[in-house]
């Protein structure tokens, strides 16, 4: 190891905290300082190179060093980095907002900046309050329907709709309450059924909340198509066309969080196109900038929006802000990420490496501890089990994703798993010969870590 790499670990170890990790056991291990990226790949101190397998957390879309978003912050800093968007605008905030707008389902009108998903998730939450109270909806219409192993960033609001009990029970008496929906997991159902003879029961479940409660309901959110940080869970088609009509029927605003599912990651831009759902408001984050800068956005129909306008002295006035909103430099980088979508014909290319993918997973499912296989375009969740007759899952202390992981390292993949799920959410533009590259990889290692233990 160099000495740099050895100053560079000493630093860290001396002077950050990282998030969700157990710095005890990180303190123990060499630090691997990434410090390239070239398409596909990152590249660490020392020079060794690994397929990006889960997208620098799901963020990364086109690769890096992506010439469209590079050159778009070059420009951009030339002119300006920052300048607040309260009361004022930037080019690249009103630009962007004007193609996003575009680009969305019909319907979508407005653009709320934000700088990460879990701010632009405390946005949704508290625009749909504040809705009902501008609407002059019963008073009651305070609550939210969430789901079980859904995940919404880490913020107290976002915390408190999130159904993941390893993060989110510690703060139990932090959050504010929540009607739970059962979560779509058809493979360990919590309702015992199975699909397609159940009927959709979650989502007739969900319908019962509403319907037994809907005067105290202000929104529906949850994560259209994959609960992502819940073990990359896929929901059976039906599902979110289903939840859109209870709430229509309901009178209940749904928020679709796209935070993980937006540009490109399950085959179409975004994951509510699959059944041609438009919510109330949709959350869009990570890929926003193509995985460069920091950007998240909640966007509304021009109904939500219209609720708010009055008279300044009425004091409808959305009253939420963040200090980097609308930021210059990440509105170009967003640009330049949708410039990449257009130059690289990036979601009709991408049809082919899903096929691909979808393909090559059927051969996991022989593996003797591959309990479940699930993806939806490039989200894949590789769920293993101590036994596959019964779906024992390991115990924690196996710590099988992580051996899985560790494997795939030192075989120039990097991925991080969510428990025994091993998770491949690679760039949305990854050339297919590194596809090939991480799948192989990830089967071999899923092979040598279950053998071992
Ligand atoms: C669906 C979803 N919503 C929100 C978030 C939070 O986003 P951020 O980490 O940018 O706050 C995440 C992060 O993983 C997510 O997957």
Same mark, same amino acid.
């Given at each position: 190891m160099s000495d740099r790499t050895k100053k560079l670990g000493a630093y860290d170890k001396e002077f950050v905290w990282h998030p969700f990790t157990q710095m005890k056991e990180y303190a123990q291990k060499d630090p691997i300082v990434i410090e390239g990226g070239e398409g596909a790949y990152l590249i660490d101190s020392e020079g060794n190179k690994y397929i990006d397998g889960v997208s620098s957390l799901w963020v990364n879309i086109h690769g890096h060093k992506v010439p469209e978003i590079d050159n778009a912050i070059k420009n951009q800093v030339d002119k300006l980095s920052h300048s607040t968007l309260l009361g004022v605008t930037n080019p690249p905030a009103a630009e962007l907002a004007k193609e996003l707008i575009e680009l969305c389902p019909q319907g979508l009108k407005k653009v709320f900046y934000s700088g990460d998903g879990a701010s632009a998730v405390e946005v949704a939450l508290k625009m749909a309050f504040q809705y009902w109270r501008h609407k002059g909806g019963p008073e009651k219409k305070t609550k939210f329907v969430c789901l079980e192993n859904g995940y919404h960033g880490d913020t107290l609001g976002a915390v408190s709709v999130g159904g993941i009990d390893l993060f989110h029970s510690t703060f139990g008496p932090l959050l504010f309450e929540t009607f739970r929906a059962p979560s779509y997991y058809c493979y360990r159902c919590p309702l015992n059924k199975t699909y397609p003879s159940c009927d959709l029961a979650c989502a007739t479940e969900l319908d019962k909340i509403l319907s037994e409660h809907h005067e105290d309901i202000a929104a529906v959110i949850l994560e259209p198509y994959v609960q992502a940080a819940g073990g990359m869970i896929v929901s059976p088609e039906g599902y979110l066309k289903s939840v859109r009509e209870s709430c229509d029927k309901y009178d209940v605003l749904l928020i679709l969080d796209e935070v993980a599912t937006g540009f490109g990651r399950t085959g179409r831009m975004f994951a509510c196109e699959h059944e041609d759902v438009t919510p109330d408001m949709l959350v869009l984050g990570k890929g926003l900038t193509g995985g460069y800068l920091?950007?998240?956005?909640?966007?509304?129909?021009?109904?939500?929006?219209?609720?708010?306008?009055?008279?300044?002295?009425?004091?409808?006035?959305?009253?939420?802000?963040?200090?980097?909103?609308?930021?210059?430099?990440?509105?170009?980088?967003?640009?330049?990420?949708?410039?990449?979508?257009?130059?690289?014909?990036?979601?009709?290319?991408?049809? !082919?490496?899903?096929?691909? *993918?979808?393909?090559?997973?059927?051969?996991?499912?022989?593996?003797?501890? $591959? +309990?479940?296989?699930?993806?939806?375009?490039?989200?894949?969740?590789?769920?293993?089990?101590?036994?596959?007759?019964?779906?024992?899952?390991?115990?924690?202390?196996?710590?099988?994703?992580?051996?899985?992981?560790?494997?795939?390292? !030192?075989?120039?993949?990097? *991925?991080?798993?969510?428990?025994?799920?091993?998770?491949?959410?690679?760039? $949305? +533009?990854?050339?297919?010969e590194d596809l090939k590259k991480l799948v192989r990889v990830t089967y071999s290692s899923i092979k040598k870590a279950t053998e071992e233990s």
């Amino acid at each position: 190891m160099s000495d740099r790499t050895k100053k560079l670990g000493a630093y860290d170890k001396e002077f950050v905290w990282h998030p969700f990790t157990q710095m005890k056991e990180y303190a123990q291990k060499d630090p691997i300082v990434i410090e390239g990226g070239e398409g596909a790949y990152l590249i660490d101190s020392e020079g060794n190179k690994y397929i990006d397998g889960v997208s620098s957390l799901w963020v990364n879309i086109h690769g890096h060093k992506v010439p469209e978003i590079d050159n778009a912050i070059k420009n951009q800093v030339d002119k300006l980095s920052h300048s607040t968007l309260l009361g004022v605008t930037n080019p690249p905030a009103a630009e962007l907002a004007k193609e996003l707008i575009e680009l969305c389902p019909q319907g979508l009108k407005k653009v709320f900046y934000s700088g990460d998903g879990a701010s632009a998730v405390e946005v949704a939450l508290k625009m749909a309050f504040q809705y009902w109270r501008h609407k002059g909806g019963p008073e009651k219409k305070t609550k939210f329907v969430c789901l079980e192993n859904g995940y919404h960033g880490d913020t107290l609001g976002a915390v408190s709709v999130g159904g993941i009990d390893l993060f989110h029970s510690t703060f139990g008496p932090l959050l504010f309450e929540t009607f739970r929906a059962p979560s779509y997991y058809c493979y360990r159902c919590p309702l015992n059924k199975t699909y397609p003879s159940c009927d959709l029961a979650c989502a007739t479940e969900l319908d019962k909340i509403l319907s037994e409660h809907h005067e105290d309901i202000a929104a529906v959110i949850l994560e259209p198509y994959v609960q992502a940080a819940g073990g990359m869970i896929v929901s059976p088609e039906g599902y979110l066309k289903s939840v859109r009509e209870s709430c229509d029927k309901y009178d209940v605003l749904l928020i679709l969080d796209e935070v993980a599912t937006g540009f490109g990651r399950t085959g179409r831009m975004f994951a509510c196109e699959h059944e041609d759902v438009t919510p109330d408001m949709l959350v869009l984050g990570k890929g926003l900038t193509g995985g460069y800068l920091p950007l998240s956005a909640t966007i509304t129909t021009q109904e939500v929006y219209d609720a708010f306008l009055g008279d300044y002295e009425e004091f409808k006035t959305f009253f939420h802000g963040h200090s980097y909103a609308g930021n210059p430099l990440s509105c170009a980088a967003s640009m330049g990420n949708l410039q990449a979508f257009e130059n690289y014909n990036t979601l009709e290319e991408l049809q !082919e490496k899903v096929q691909f *993918l979808e393909d090559e997973l059927k051969e996991f499912g022989g593996l003797k501890h $591959v +309990g479940n296989v699930r993806s939806k375009g490039f989200m894949v969740g590789i769920e293993l089990v101590e036994d596959k007759e019964t779906k024992e899952p390991y115990a924690p202390e196996s710590k099988i994703g992580w051996k899985v992981a560790d494997h795939a390292m !030192e075989n120039g993949v990097l *991925l991080r798993p969510l428990g025994n799920v091993v998770v491949l959410m690679p760039p $949305v +533009g990854i050339p297919m010969e590194d596809l090939k590259k991480l799948v192989r990889v990830t089967y071999s290692s899923i092979k040598k870590a279950t053998e071992e233990s």
